[in-house]
């Protein structure tokens, strides 16, 4: 009888991209993360702003706007030096 192993994996970590889809920044920022996730472990989901009026209100023409766990990583351009915060492999 084989043994499974009990050792709990962490969830990967979930980034989230608040964007609009003729925004030429958010873009940049989503292809860099898309870049990022063939070295390193974590879901990206990408939300329109444009899909509900609090995110409207919320944003506003400030995309686009990396957070996770509810807390902004950065905005307007991606910024790895912010990201290293999470994964310090980046700085690597």
């Given at each position: 009888?084989?043994?499974?192993?009990?050792?709990?994996?962490?969830?990967?970590?979930?980034?989230?991209?608040?964007?609009?889809?003729?925004?030429?920044?958010?873009?940049?920022?989503?292809?860099?993360?898309?870049?990022?996730?063939?070295?390193?472990?974590?879901?990206?989901?990408?939300?329109?702003?444009?899909?509900?009026?609090?995110?409207?209100?919320?944003?506003?023409?400030?995309?686009?706007?990396?957070?996770?766990?509810?807390q902004e990583i950065c905005h307007y351009h991606f910024d790895p030096v912010a990201l290293a915060r999470i994964?310090?492999?980046?700085?690597?």
């Open positions: 009888m084989a043994r499974v192993s009990s050792v709990a994996t962490p969830d990967p970590v979930e980034l989230v991209v608040y964007s609009r889809e003729h925004c030429h920044l958010c873009h940049d920022m989503i292809a860099a993360l898309q870049e990022l996730q063939a070295r390193l472990s974590f879901r990206l989901e990408v939300v329109d702003v444009d899909s509900s009026a609090d995110l409207r209100s919320r944003y506003g023409e400030r995309v686009p706007v990396l957070v996770s766990k509810g994964f310090p492999q980046i700085a690597e």
